[in-house]
């Protein structure tokens, strides 16, 4: 498959021949499906995977590919599965996707949380009540206050996204937030103030999670890219662990292919095949990205 | 036939641990496993492990019998929440503090994963996972598919762990069985000050009975109040219900509790 459009993208100079850590694939745990492709409602200026109304670097999936990832990731033992865009809700059967999935194993949804109706939520609340597995929302904030969420995200996101939270939590699907933790923020202090803030906004039991800050997409235009000394060029082996990084259990599926991660779906070389079955070889850390998970030992995952 | 009783978690919980043991002498089993973490959360360390060797019970080496007995920096327990991750410190420094080195060194030669034969059925019995000692496999976020390929590549056709704190089994399409045994060192997060353990009868099929155990839950709140341990610990001893290192339940068990 080409892919012209990616050219486009901030990317990170191209390796000058350093060796980078051989990533093997464990096992597929958590399988990632972009189905909303990069589409999106909202046009973030740091979004990572520079979405927006009409971008279709990645297009929407259908339903019956979605289904087909489905099954390949069953028959290889995959845990769980995550849904992505872009915003999933732009896409017009999210929901038959849900309820084509969930039987099978747990699913989270990555949302903006802006497109919620009233029958979305109704059926939402359906969907995760009846279901053996866990249906977990995560729903994204970009500051304990709308002067931050909102410059990022346009006026009035902020509180069109509070309302979505006390929405879902009022049809118990209790969501999860998700936030950034920049290099200078102790975490603990971060959690309190975005807990004490969800609390006073009149969510009971706000749940969080903090992600660090990854410079891809629109993010790496904005402030930068990864810097050269950003990398895990030349480490060790015996330094890393390939447990502690995510995509020792992860693929992200588009419908470009299989990539190794969520985090890399613009990158060419991050792209593994077009099958998960393809997709299972080891994967060279050479991204900037890396360097953050390696250094902050984060997964996307909910835990 | 074969009947074997498991528990996991006791969490310095002398007295459930008591109970525990009890409940099992009281309807018999011909093996007892503990499938670890001994300490941690409750108070005087040493006591809960005095009962468990006194009573020559097996036990593996849970995340926090590795970390206690290699005087490791931390439990391992393998939270990522920054308040769950303060709380488990608490609980850690003080257990670390107050475990003797006759017992540290006895945890460090536990092992950590045991293989029982049973009536044709090839028991597996770990802390977290097979894979990985501090993994959580709670029920809702586990799909068939995952626990089937656990089976197939650990070569068991019953796996049985701990580690979450919260017991469920499950029946695989294919006829084999994981079992999390759930903990006795606090509550399930059910609301009931009781804890549970784990009885499996072996013959033709398996059957798991989860059963429950009531014990002087006060006077164990008030042990950890004179110890003082965070005050969130003792409530959740006192009403059932988890107030830390809770972040990481996924949405149907967190549904099921209070916070
Ligand atoms: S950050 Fe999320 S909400 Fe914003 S444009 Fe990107 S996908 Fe859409
Ligand atoms: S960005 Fe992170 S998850 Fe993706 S390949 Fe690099 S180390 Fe792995
Ligand atoms: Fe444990």
């Known amino acids: 498959m080409s892919s012209p459009a990616l050219s486009i993208l901030p990317r990170q100079p191209a390796p000058r021949g350093e060796s980078f850590p051989l990533q093997p694939l464990l096992h597929l745990d958590s399988l990632w499906i972009q189905v909303a492709g990069t589409s999106c409602n909202l046009r973030c200026t ?24 489905v099954a390949q990731g069953l028959a290889l033992g995959v845990k769980e ?59 994204s904030l970009d500051g304990p206050g709308p002067e931050e969420h909102d410059t990022f995200r346009g006026r009035g996101a902020f509180a069109r996204t509070l309302e979505g939270l006390l929405a879902l ?131 996307c995952g909910n835990a | 036939m074969v009947r074997l009783a498991a528990f996991g978690g006791v969490y310095s919980n002398h007295l459930a641990l008591a109970a525990v043991l009890e409940d099992i002498e009281r309807r018999g089993a011909d ?3 503990c499938l ?20 020559g019970i097996s036990m593996l080496r849970g995340n926090y019998d590795d970390s206690i007995g290699n005087d490791r920096a931390d439990c391992a327990c393998g939270y990522t929440d920054p ?59 586990c799909s068939d598919a995952f626990l089937e390929w656990l089976c197939d590549r650990h070569e068991a056709d019953v796996i049985l762990c701990t580690h979450t704190g919260i017991p469920w089994h499950r029946a695989l399409p294919s006829g084999r069985h994981v079992v999390n045994v759930g903990a006795i060192g606090r509550p399930a997060n059910d609301g009931r000050t009781g804890v549970w353990y784990a009885g499996l009868e072996l013959d033709g099929g398996l059957e798991v009975e989860f059963r429950p155990v009531a014990y002087d839950h006060e006077a164990l709140a008030l042990e950890m109040e004179a110890e003082r341990l965070p005050a969130e610990f003792a409530e959740t001893i006192r009403t059932g219900w988890w107030t830390t290192c809770l972040e990481n339940l996924p949405v149907r068990e967190r549904r099921r509790g209070r916070h």
């Open chain 1, 46 to 69: 740091h979004c990572f995977v520079s979405a927006g109304p009409g971008e279709d670097r990645h297009a929407l999936m259908a339903r019956a590919e979605v289904q087909r990832h």
């Open chain 1, 169 to 299: 939590e009022h049809h118990g699907l209790l969501p999860i937030v998700t936030a950034t933790q920049g290099p200078g923020d102790d975490a603990l202090e971060l959690r309190e103030r975005y807990v004490r803030m969800l609390r006073e906004a009149g969510l009971r039991r706000p749940r969080l999670k903090l992600l660090p800050l990854f410079r891809l997409g629109r993010e790496a235009a904005r402030t930068r890219g990864y810097q050269a000394v950003e990398t895990l060029a030349d480490l060790p082996p015996e330094s890393i662990d390939p447990a502690r990084l995510q995509c020792s259990s992860c693929r992200a599926v588009t419908s470009r292919g299989v990539f190794v991660c969520p985090l890399l779906v613009d990158e060419p070389a991050a792209r593994m095949g077009r099958t998960l079955g393809e997709s299972l070889g080891a994967f060279r850390l050479a991204h900037g990205a890396c360097f953050t998970c390696y250094v902050t030992g984060m997964t």
């Open chain 1, 81 to 139: 599965f995550y849904f992505t865009g872009g915003e999933p809700f732009v896409h017009p059967e999210m929901l038959d996707i849900l309820a084509d999935t969930l039987p099978h194993g747990p699913c989270t949804l990555l949302t903006n949380g802006t497109l919620f109706t009233e029958r979305r939520l109704e059926e939402l609340r359906r969907l995760g009540g009846g279901a053996r597995f866990s249906l977990e929302i995560r729903v």
């Open chain 2, 36 to 55: 670890g973490d001994l300490g941690g959360f409750g108070p005087h360390p040493d006591r809960a492990a005095e009962i468990l060797r006194g009573a």
């Open chain 2, 31 to 33: 093996r007892v496993w």
């Open chain 2, 83 to 141: 308040r769950d991750n303060g709380f488990a410190q608490i609980s850690y420094d003080y257990t670390v503090a107050r475990t003797s080195s006759d017992h540290k060194a006895w945890m460090r030669g536990l092992p950590e994963r045991h293989r029982i034969e049973a009536e044709g059925r090839r028991l597996l019995l770990c802390h977290g996972s097979p894979r990985r000692v501090n993994e959580f496999l709670w029920e809702s976020a």
